[in-house]
């Protein structure tokens, strides 16, 4: 029912008189080239969206230490501005 051995080995031999030892040879090669070069581009690809992802992650936890460390700043300064403001009416009361 399929392609027999003897079917496939007179496609064969029909391409090889069409095209030539060589030539065949040649389209190996570059077929195998451009595989070759299909899966590097690939590779590349997904290390560089590992990449991004690493990058952005890092940005993120540096923008959350930030924003901790400014609402730390924040609460600070409100506590020392209600330490200067009570000061400053405790002079007033002295008066």
Known sequence: M?????QLLIILAIVLLLF????LR???GDLGSAIKGFKNAVKDNA???KKKDK???DKNDKEQITTKESDDNII???????KKD????????KK
């Open 2 to 6: 399929g392609i027999s051995i003897w």
């Open 20 to 23: 030539g030892a060589k030539r």
């Open 26 to 28: 040649n389209i190996g």
């Open 47 to 49: 290390d560089d969206d």
């Open 55 to 57: 990058d952005k992650n």
């Open 76 to 82: 600070e300064g409100e506590a020392t501005i209600l």
């Open 86 to 93: 009570t000061a400053k009416a405790k002079s007033s009361n």
